[in-house]
């Protein structure tokens, strides 16, 4: 079972860096509102973008802060 929780794990990995996050999470939505969970679907992934667009800019940040100490 912990095998096969890593392969699912890996394949969303790939997946979401192969389609960018914004494409993916799309296609999540699109695809939740076919089946008709569409509200469930639709607070779990823009909680999601958000928390990500959260963790990407205080990477890069946190990146550049310490670029410029480095270089100064």
Known sequence: ???MLWIIAIVLFLAIIGLGWE???TG???GADKIGI???IKNLTD????TLGDVLT???KTTLENTLK???
Do not use: L
């Open 1 to 3: 079972m912990g095998v």
């Open 47 to 50: 909680s999601t973008k958000e």
């Open 23 to 25: 494409t993916f999470f």
């Open 28 to 30: 999540v939505i699109k």
């Open 38 to 40: 569409m509200p469930v």
């Open 70 to 72: 480095f270089n100064t």
């Open 58 to 60: 205080d990477s890069s």
